[in-house]
Structure formats: C-alpha cells, structure tokens
C-alpha cells in the first residue's frame, strides 16, 4: 500500500515544515511501516544548519522516524482521532551525514501497542547506508480538538 503526501496529511496532524515524510511506500497497519523523505538543498532547516556544509538535524531523522510509526499506529481503526506523541527514545545512533539531494527511506516496526502507548524500532538508511535508528515509544492521547 503507497499512501501520498496529501493522504499523509489527512492522517498525521502534521504540516510543513513538521511534515518529514514524503510518500509511504509500505504499510502493515499496527505493525510496519516505510517511506521516504526527498532533501532538496531547498529546505529550510538546510539555510542555518552548517551553513556551506548542510547537514539534515539528527533530531529531524528521528521525527521522521516517528512520524512513519505515527502512521503504522493510526491506521489501526481504533486509534483514529487520536495523537500519537513521543513518549521516549533508546539506543539513538547516529551513523552518517544525510545532505541535500539524499533520499532518506524510513522503516519503523511497531513492536507493542497497548493501554495507549506503542513501542517501536525505526532504522533511517540512504542509499542502503544506516544514518540513524533508534527504539521509540508513543503516547496516544485523545485528540481534544
């Protein structure tokens, strides 16, 4: 299943520039998910970070992380409507530089879901290269709206 970046927004409460995923390219709802965010030399956290060396924030690769877990949560019927919110990260590794031009793909397995909260692993590679993984936990709070 591929959902698109407007379907996206449909599902995650997320907008530019927060948005940090492109396309979902692969989707087991409740237990995997996988996509990909596109880095054009355009992006605005691209203008302060390292100026003439642009990196991509190792904080931004997580979210991404998160927001593709965001996605596999949601899309269980019983968790629509609600915000799915950090509620901790484990074992962050950061391995390589991702720049502008790079195709960043994002896996998360969701490995637990209960009582509210969902428990994952997520692994961020470019060009088959791991750049970033780490263990994340969600909170899924009631949209209060």
Do not use: W
């Not at 970046?5 to 390219?25: A, C, E, G, N, W």
């Not at 799915?84 to 397995?109: C, E, I, M, Y």
Request: aromatic letters at 8%; proline letters at 6%; glycine letters at 12%.
């Amino acid at each position: 299943m591929q959902i698109e970046y407007s379907d996206i927004q449909k599902i995650l409460p997320h907008r530019y520039p927060f948005l940090l995923v492109d396309r979902i390219t692969a989707l087991e709802p409740g237990t995997s998910a996988e996509g990909i965010k596109q880095l054009s030399g355009n992006e605005i956290f691209f203008q302060g970070h390292f100026p003439g060396k642009p990196v991509f924030p190792g904080v931004l690769q997580i979210e991404a992380l998160a927001q593709v877990g965001g996605v596999a949560l949601l899309s269980l019927e019983e968790n629509q409507g609600k915000l799915p919110l950090f509620a901790g990260l484990n074992k962050v590794r950061f391995r390589g530089l991702v720049q502008p031009g790079d195709t960043l793909h994002l896996s998360t397995q969701i490995t637990k879901s209960r009582g509210g909260f969902g428990f994952g692993t997520g692994v961020a590679t470019v060009d088959g290269e791991v750049v970033c993984e780490a263990e994340l936990m969600f909170a899924l709070v009631e949209d209060k709206e």
